[in-house]
């Protein structure tokens, strides 16, 4: 449940802050879907699992890409190579892009310290 509304709110997040052209550029879509597969948990569970027993790193990002894909082809009638391509197009910047957390909660520590920087987003700037 956590993990659908947060991909959900990833999305709304990006509309709130962005002119994003959902239906017109698919690389716009590719990039929500980047950040919503990165920040919302999707691969965190099966990144945890190849992490600890198979050490693979690359594995979050594969995760990523492959959801990104999947979330596009489930809502826009393109073909497989499409999506791919406007996903890679998109995938060094938007992967990236980690707001509004900061980073990649990858665990509920990692997701404490984000609130934590969320708290303390002011306090450099209010003492210039
Ligand atoms: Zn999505």
């Not at 947060?6 to 716009?28: G, K, Q, S, Y």
């Not at 690359?58 to 073909?79: F, G, K, M």
């Not at 999506?83 to 938007?94: G, L, N, R, T």
Request: charged share 25%; glycine share 2%.
């Amino acid at each position: 449940m956590n993990r659908v509304v947060t991909h959900e709110l990833i999305h709304a997040f990006d509309h709130c802050r962005a002119h994003v052209h959902w239906f017109t550029d698919v690389r716009h879509l590719a990039c929500s879907e980047v950040r919503a597969a990165n920040l919302s948990g999707d691969c965190s569970l099966v990144n945890e699992i190849f992490r600890l027993h198979f050490g693979l790193k690359q594995h979050h990002q594969t995760c990523v890409r492959d959801r990104a894909i999947l979330s596009i082809l489930a809502v826009r009638n393109i073909s497989k190579e499409v999506a791919q391509k406007a996903v890679d197009e998109v995938f060094e910047s938007c992967f990236n892009d980690h707001e509004p957390f900061g980073r990649i909660p990858h665990n509920k520590t990692y997701a404490r310290y984000a609130h934590r920087d969320f708290q303390n987003r002011d306090r450099y700037y209010s003492n210039i």
